[in-house]
Structures are given as C-alpha cells and as structure tokens.
C-alpha cells in the first residue's frame, strides 16, 4: 500500500475543519510533495482532535524518510496535545541531539516548554539558551526564555531577554504589541518575579551594553500595575524618565502613579487652566425624581492627557485602587460582619431570595420557595460586593462634597450576577451607590485616542457563570429512573458511574477531580445526556445608549509638541426601577426556562429520584424541587469535607443525604432530625496508612491559603489575620536557621489568598516556595500541612492521607470547617513552631500523624 492511498484513508474525517493547503512559492519545487501533504493532513487531523490518526500519518511518512526532523517535531507536539509530556521531551531531546542544526526558533521553543511541564526547569534552561544562542533575534525563543528565566529565577536573562523581545516588537510593528505575561499559565512562576526584573534592568544594561527602549519601560510598568506592584512600577517609571527624558509618556505616566504616595510633590504638568476647563466642564447631578436608579454618566478620556491628570487628582477609584480602600475602611470602622459569631451577609441574602421570592414567583413550576432557593447563593455573592460598595460610596460621599468622584472602569460593561470574583463590577455597582446618594459621580473610560463624534453605548452584560453550562452534552432522550445534576458535587463523576439508570443534566458550577489545582491540565470527569439550559442566548445584554452633553478641552501630554485634545461626557436616560426589579427582568426569564424544561423532562422521562449537591445552585435547586413536587426522593451529595448551608435547606425539599465526616452526620442530623443522613468518607477522601518519615530530608510544610475576603467583604479581621501571616513567617525563618525545614504555599485558586497575595503580605521570609498540587496529589518528603486563621478541607484530607497538620489560630474566626481543638491542633504561633520543631524527628513525626488519625478514627471512617 503506497503512503499517498494511506493518508486518503483519514482525509474524509476531517470534512469542513480542513485548512486550506498551504501554496508552494511559484518560484519553488516542492521535492517531496507527499510529505509536505502528510504535515498538512496532519495539521487538519490535530484540529479535528484525531490524534492517533495523525500520529499514524506522521510514521507511515516517516517510514521512507527516517530522522526527518520536522516530522519528528511534529510527533513532538502530538505528544504535547496528549499532555504526554515526558514522550513530548524525550522526543525533542532526541531531535536536539542528532540535528540541533535543523530546529527552528518555534521548535526550540516548544522543547523548552515541553521540560518546563515536567518541572525540569534547569533542562529547559540549558535547552532554551541553546535556542537562543542560535537565534538571538527570534521572538519566539526569546518569549520563552523569558518564561524559562523567570521560573529558574535567572533575573538579570528575564531582564534581557523580555526587554529585547520588546524591542523586536517595536521594530517589526509598532502597532501590534503582544503584552508582557503577568504570570506563567504553567504555574512555574508568578508576579512577584517582575519585581526581581525591575530590580536587575541596570544589570541587565551593564551585562549587554543595550540601551533599555522607552517602550519596555511602559511595558514593564503596565505590569507590573497589573501585578499589584506600585512601588516598583514607579521605580521603573523614574528609572524611564531618567534614561529617555524626551518620553512624554514615561513622563505622564510617572506624574499619575506619584499622585498621592509619599514623596509627591504636588507638582503635575498641568496649568490652572488645565483644572478650570475640566472641572468646569463636568455637569451637576440632580437624582430622578422618582427615586429609581440613576443614568450612566461617562467620560471618555484619551490616555496621557492634561484631562487625565486633572481627574485622576481628585477623588479617582479604579480596579487598583478599590481593593486597598475597603480594606482601610473596613478595619477603621470594625464592620461587624467579619467579626460576628454568625453569617450576617448570608442571613441577610436569605432574607432578601425570600422578599423577591414572594413578589416574583411563577408556579406552578417555580414557586416561592423554589425560587428563593436557587437565587440566594448568587445574591451572597453579589451582596460580598454591594455592601462593601454602599460604605465605600458614604465614605466618598462625606470625602467629596460638591467635588466630583470619579470611578475608572476598564471596560464600556456593567456585569450583573457575576459574584464576588467577577472583574469590575463592584466598580460599577460603587458608581450606581455615589449616585443614590446624590453624589456627582461618574464613570471614566481611558481610550487610545480622543473619543470620536459618536458617543458610546454602556451594556450591562451577564456574568452568571455558576448557572452557565460547561459540561459536554450528549443528548439520550431514553427513560431513566434517576437524574444527577453535578453542580458543586465533587467527584460528580465517580457518583455518576455507582448510579445506574441515570440522566445526567448539564449544569454550571461543575467541580473537577482536583480544585484549584494548577499544575495539570484537568478536564471534567461527567459528560451530560441532558439539557436544561436554552440553545439560544442564557441571558439578556442590556444596553444603554448615551448621548454627548459636553466636551472638555485639554493637552495631549504624551508627545513631543503638546497638541489639543478633548474629552467626551456622555449620559443616558436614568435606569430606573431598583437592582430587584432589575434582577427580575434578566432572571427570571432564564428560571422558568429551566423550571418548566425540568418538570417536563423528568415527566416523560419518568425520573422518580434525582441526586444533587449540598451546595444551594440553581440546577440542583429546580431539578430538585420538580422530582420532590412528583412525588419522587431527593438525595444530597457533598460539595466539601465540610457540610454547606445547612442553615439554608428546607426541610421539604430532600430526603437523603450524605456527609464526609462524622461531626457532619451530626450537624445534619440535628438540624434534620427524621432525615436519613449518611456517613460517607469515600465521597471525597481516599484512605492511606501514614507516611514514613525520611530523616535524610527536611520536613515540608505546606501551608494552604485560605480566603480571608468574600470578593469586596472581608469574612474575618484581616489585620489580625496579615499580623498573624507576618509573625508566623517571621518564626519560620528562624526556625529555618536550627531545624531543616522547607516552607511551601498552596493558592486557593485566584480568588482565595494565592501566591501574589502571599508575597505582598511577607516577601520572601522563610523563603517560601509555591506549589500548586491539589492536596490528595501533593508529594514532597515529610509533608505536614497547615492553614493560618481559618481551617481547610486539605487538613482533612490529608489525616486522610496520613499526613499531619495543624491550625495556626490567635484570634477569633468564623470557621466553616468541622475541625475541633478537642481532637486536631490548633495552636498560637510559638506553639506550632514547637510542633514543627518535634515533627522533624522521625519519632515526633510519628507520634503526631498516629496521635491525629486515631482522634479522627470514627471521625472519618479509618
């Protein structure tokens, strides 16, 4: 069989994804046409996602021409799209050892990247250096050798290799700049490392006799203002103007960021003229007399104007800056909800499900109760902003007077029901709050260029994603006796397959195996066979078109010879009504889709028990209610290790459930004293003997961060808790100096305390390194685990494991975790240290994980 009839087998598979083939110069032979056929089909196959398929067409072309090095690449990156990243970089060290000379610079490129995803750093240093000594020049060897420096920690290479990307860029198109990555999207290193370049950029001058471009300096500057990293993007930005002081840009950029730190000098390159034509540009703000929501009331500002300085000088909040706000006045007022004994935000949410519940009920298939239900966690969520919001705008408020306040957002959106991790809506939500409270408030958008002649249009958009679908959906229109609906239920996909006869209803807020695990690519472990959700759009986008009511006249700044430009203020029409009624228009529409879809499916399908998690989402909510109204059984499932809203539930609305711990057997059983409540360990934990201790090794504590804020609203007393942070890191790095022990930190994801945060809180004491391994993956000799403050499910599951662990707690918090003094550690800071100091002898090792997994025997079912 000839290669030619070998690839037409696989050519029909691909249908309409095939690429068009790529044309041979008229002014070229191809020499080996069946070859450069196999690379295309190949390329068309690995979009289609038929990987064996194209593996086989790159050896049956490899089988009459052996070493061809882009064949082997291309296997290379098979391997890769498998994740089979060790195959990936056996291959490619194969290729760099018998024909180094033939790799292009995407090829030693994607060599390096292949070692970095095994964490062989130090390989993929000395493999991209290679890369880079061959093409010194290239892009792409040069972008991943600045990935490859910083996670090796090579500061000054970091240094040159991103600034002579950089300046590449400005030299092929100045137009089209790819931006500096903020953090590595393999988890190899994190933003804190752009403090380490900042600091090298004289060495890295000195080491190559390279002029730094103006350019790079904004490049770094900008991210390092994304990173959360103030002070070094100033110290960037003075090192810019000083080294290109012909930089209009530098200059203007430098003048904002030393707007109200220490050192400014009140001095801004903007004339009492500049001030008055602003100021007396901006319109007064009468409220509608109706008293409902206020207009939008935009400026469209151009970057690097007198008119930019002049707003960002008086009372200016943006996504830097709202964070850093909330948290002083949260601690200056001691706002009661961090501190209360009980959850305060979510009792109040209840309250709130339960008023809109009343007024907007649609039974039969979406009652009261229903409805209540399956929006109370979402109004938490989005009250984890909304308050914190209404004291920050009384603050303003009492701040500005008659001067205007301006809220900066990133983008012309307002996102609605995004939760607490949802971009900048609490930017827009503090906008709408200065307004209730007659303030002259406005949003501020910085453009590119002075605003044309049309005026924008403002859209609220949706940002539901616990309701959105992400699961994989292959529809089986079959009858079937059960129903699952994954949402917030871990392991989803071991329970799917222990229950026979079952449908599986596609849902948001799907859980993978490992949360927050960054180290691995995961992908969900549940396929749906059902849909809920319409086909068409979820929910609304609203617009709001504005209309221009003024112009302000100002400066460009940021070039040579300042020229004139002008700013836009644009407003619409007054929202109107209240953010419930606002809810009800974009909402409900979506809730009775899914209500009526669920009773109808489960109807003909004859569906008499459904199982869903403990976790109060929409999907379970509905699907849960429909089978109960039928006449069917609900059975709960664990979202945590931990029982969650308890205080929620209603007692009609299951009649089974299922706990990970004894102590939440309990707690269910209390609450739901005629309910059938089951301990079942193995929903989430996997049972080991406890581990052997290596005396030839340091002890590896691993301490897991928590969330010490819910979005905007902190959920304990955050000073304490920093405070708390600080003095244990202080003794661990003196623990450090007499005892071997290695210090290692866990994210919670992006939205919990993550390793940016951790650096901004200690620096580098007791030279902490981050690891990303979910907790039932992690492996490092000696482990013990721990948390600061708060308790965590990897406390759990690692006594699970047999690997200690311990709480470091000096103050009051409100744990949601079922861990007790009476059977786990939870010590004060000179006290864990003791802890530590005994776990670092393989008989105190020993006796501490024996002592915790005999006092949680029963506890966990061991």
């Known amino acids: 069989m000839s290669s030619r009839r070998s690839i037409r087998e696989f050519a029909g598979r691909v249908k309409q994804r095939v690429r068009p083939p790529q044309a041979t110069p008229v002014d070229e032979v191809d020499e080996d046409p069946e070859r450069t056929a196999a690379l295309q089909l190949t390329r068309d196959l690995v979009e289609a996602g038929s990987l064996d398929e194209a593996q086989q067409v790159i050896e049956q072309a490899l089988s009459t021409r052996a070493g061809d090095t882009q064949l082997l690449a291309t296997l290379a990156r098979i391997d890769g ?31 390096a990247n292949a070692q970095r995803r095994i964490r062989d750093i130090d390989g993929a240093a000395a493999t991209i250096a290679e890369g880079i000594e061959r093409f010194p020049a290239r892009p792409a060897a040069l972008w991943e050798g600045g990935h490859v420096a910083m996670a090796h920690g090579d500061w000054e290479a970091a240094a040159i290799r991103w600034s002579r990307f950089w300046r590449g860029q ?14 590595s999207g393999l988890a190899d290193w994190y933003e804190a490392a752009w403090h380490d370049v900042a600091a090298h950029l004289d060495a890295a001058e000195a080491r190559t006799g390279e002029q730094i471009t103006a ?73 509608p007399a109706d008293g409902g929501l206020g207009p939008v009331r935009l400026i469209r500002v151009p970057e690097h104007s007198s008119i930019d300085l002049v707003l960002r000088s008086g009372l200016y909040v943006d996504q830097h800056t709202v964070g850093p706000l909330v948290q002083e006045i949260s601690e200056r007022d001691r706002w009661p909800e961090p501190l209360s004994l009980t959850n305060d935000l979510l009792a109040a949410a209840r309250q709130r499900a339960d008023a809109f519940a009343e007024t907007y009920a649609a039974p039969p298939h979406l009652p009261a109760t229903t409805l209540a239900d399956a929006l109370v966690i979402s109004l938490y969520q989005e009250s984890a902003l909304v308050v914190p919001m209404v004291r920050l705008a009384a603050d303003l408020a009492g701040r500005a007077g008659e001067a205007p306040v301006i809220v900066a957002v990133p983008e012309l959106t307002g996102v609605y029901l995004g939760g607490y991790n949802e971009g900048h809506a609490d930017l827009v939500i503090l906008y709408f709050a200065l307004l209730e409270l007659g303030c002259n408030a406005f949003l501020c958008h910085t453009e590119a260029a002075e605003p044309d002649d049309e005026p924008a249009t403002f859209r609220l958009v949706p940002g539901w994603r616990a309701i959105a679908p992400r699961i994989d959906l292959a529809e089986d229109p079959a009858p079937h006796a059960r129903a699952l609906v994954p949402a917030g239920i871990r392991r989803a996909g071991v329970l799917a397959a222990k229950l026979d006869d079952l449908v599986v209803y596609q849902s948001g807020s799907v859980v993978k195996d490992f949360a927050y695990d960054r180290s691995i690519k995961q992908d969900f472990s549940i396929v749906a066979t059902a849909r809920l959700h319409p086909e068409a759009e979820l929910l609304p986008t609203v617009p709001f078109p504005l209309s221009r009511v003024a112009r302000i006249e100002g400066r460009d700044l940021g070039s040579a010879d300042p020229r004139p430009t002008h700013a836009s203020v644009e407003v619409g029409e007054p929202l109107g009504g209240t953010w419930e009624t606002w809810l009800a228009r ?105 581990r052997a201790f290596d005396p030839q090794v340091p002890l590896s504590l691993v301490i897991f961060g928590g969330r010490s804020t819910l979005g905007d609203m902190p959920v304990m007393d955050t000073k304490a808790h920093r405070d708390q942070y600080q003095r244990l890191f202080d003794a661990l790095g003196e623990l450090r100096s007499t005892h071997p022990v290695n210090v290692f930190f866990k994210p919670r994801g992006y939205t919990g305390e993550h390793e940016q945060w951790l650096f901004q809180t200690v620096g580098k004491r007791a030279d902490w390194k981050p690891v990303y391994e979910h907790p039932m993956r992690l492996e490092l000799p000696n482990m013990v685990f721990a948390s600061t403050s708060m308790g965590t499910s990897a406390l759990i599951e690692g006594i699970a494991r047999g690997i200690p662990g311990f709480i470091v707690r000096e103050f009051h918090v409100r744990d949601y975790t ?13 006290r864990a240290i003791d802890l530590l100091k005994r776990a670092s002898t393989a008989e105190g090792y020993t006796g501490l994980i024996e002592e915790e997994q005999r006092g949680h025997r029963d506890e966990l079912g061991l």
């Open 81 to 111: 799209k498998r994740n089979d990243w060790p195959a990936a970089v056996a291959r490619w060290q194969q290729i760099i050892g018998t024909a180094p000379q033939d790799l292009s610079p995407r090829d030693w490129a994607s060599a």
């Open 170 to 183: 400005e030299r092929r198109d100045p137009t089209n700049l790819r931006e500096l990555p903020v953090r």
């Open 215 to 287: 350019g790079f300096h904004l490049a770094l500057a900008m991210t390092l203002a994304v990173a959360g990293l103030p002070d070094d993007r100033r110290a960037v930005l003075e090192r810019g103007t000083r080294e290109h002081p012909d930089s209009r840009e530098l200059a203007h950029l430098l003048a904002a960021a030393r707007l109200g730190t220490v050192g400014d000098d009140g001095q801004l390159p903007v004339t009492p003229e500049d001030i008055s034509a602003v100021v007396g540009a901006l319109p007064s703000y009468t409220p």
């Open 586 to 690: 974009v909402a409900l529409p979506l809730l009775e889709h899914l209500a009526t879809t669920a009773s109808a499916d489960l109807e003909q399908r004859g569906v008499t028990e459904a199982h869903i998690g403990d976790h109060l989402y929409a999907e379970s909510v509905i699907v849960g209610d429909a089978v109960k109204r039928a006449g069917g059984r609900v059975v709960v499932w664990p979202h945590s290790t931990n029982p969650v809203h308890i205080g929620l539930r209603r007692e009609e609305s299951f009649d089974e459930v299922h706990a990970v711990t004894r102590t939440g057997v309990e707690m269910w059983r209390e609450a739901f004293p005629d309910k059938q409540v089951l301990h079942t360990p193995d929903a989430m934990l996997t049972l080991s003997p406890p």
């Open 818 to 830: 079922t861990l007790s003094e009476d059977s786990f550690p939870i010590l004060s800071v000179a």
